[in-house]
């Protein structure tokens, strides 16, 4: 039996587009690997070529993304419950979900306020250490897109506005779908730039290498989901340049896919453990990844000449 055949005993608005969207992510991903001219190919410099393919690294992404199918179905399921109370009970008014313009501000709030998220992710250790998962991979494909993370908490709490402003839940869980599977496309080096006015107003494979680079000019940059406007009116848009290098600023040396999941929190444990008062302890858990306390900064500040 198929997915969409299985998925037909579900209710209509139970249906994930990303379950749907699961045969044309693979028969992509098939595309891009067999363009790539070697699967293990490295530029001269040493890191991994345009387009390229490690096979470990892309199976621990597949497996990331199998895995979190499941656990995203366990955090919708307990954030319907909450949605639906407050749906019913609080909401000022109930948007009908046949008309157009429901679909439009469902849309629309799920992305701006996967902005605010995304960036708040990239600023927040805690919330970071949910995220970096995403980005460890030191290559960008189709497979890259595979790598979620498997805590959602974050993005279940930042989605609580939309159920208040009388959009029915399963409406937004659609909705999140949706920007799920746009994201896919956007996760390869073999698209380049696109038609300028596209390029303006959405999210492009361009875009979100910068995201992904680990490079300094673009370091917390283009958190957008589908639209990138949200970057060039909050002031986190950056152009792509010049090829970005990929991956987390300090390198992940495992395929393990339970070490990816959770290296950040055992690192904060960690930090947290070893820090001398509270104010340094709330430091690393929510000030930004890298932060320090005041004093090792300055021990390790290089010395400036007069």
């Not at 779908?177 to 390869?188: D, G, K």
């Not at 070490?259 to 070893?274: F, M, P």
């Amino acid at each position: 039996m198929d997915v969409p055949a299985v998925l037909n005993v579900l209710p209509p608005q139970m249906r994930d587009p990303v379950l749907f969207a699961i045969p044309f992510f693979l028969l992509l991903l098939a595309i891009e690997g067999t363009a790539a001219r070697k699967l293990e190919h490295l530029d001269e410099s040493g890191r991994p070529g345009a387009g390229a393919y490690l096979a470990r690294d892309s199976w621990a992404s597949i497996s990331m993304g199998l895995v979190s199918i499941l656990t995203m179905g366990t955090w919708k399921f307990l954030a319907l419950l909450g949605y639906a109370a407050l749906y019913a009970y609080v909401a000022p008014w109930h948007l009908p979900a046949t008309k157009w313009y429901t679909w439009v501000i469902a849309i629309l709030g799920v992305d701006v306020l996967f902005y605010a998220y995304h960036r708040t992710a990239h600023r927040v250790r805690l919330i970071w250490a949910t995220h970096q998962a995403h980005h460890s991979s030191q290559y960008f494909n189709f497979a890259t897109a595979l790598r979620q993370k498997w805590n959602n908490s974050g993005e279940i709490l930042v989605w609580i506005p939309l159920p208040l402003l009388g959009i029915p839940p399963w409406m937004v869980f659609v909705s999140f779908s949706i920007s799920l599977v746009y994201q896919f496309w956007i996760h390869t080096e073999r698209i380049g730039t696109l038609w300028r006015p596209f390029e303006f107003v959405f999210n492009t494979p361009s875009h979100h290498r910068v995201h992904h680079g680990m490079d300094q000019q673009y370091l917390d940059r283009n958190y957008g989901g589908i639209l990138i406007i949200w970057d060039r009116l909050f002031g986190s848009f950056a152009p792509e340049r010049f090829r970005p290098h990929y991956g987390l600023t300090k390198p992940v040396e495992t395929f393990n896919i339970w070490k990816l999941q959770t290296r950040e929190y055992v690192a904060i444990g960690r930090d947290v453990r070893a820090a001398r008062g509270l104010r340094d302890k709330l430091g690393y858990v929510f000030g930004p990844p890298g932060w320090q306390p005041a004093d090792d900064r300055t021990a390790t500040a290089p010395a400036v000449s007069p």
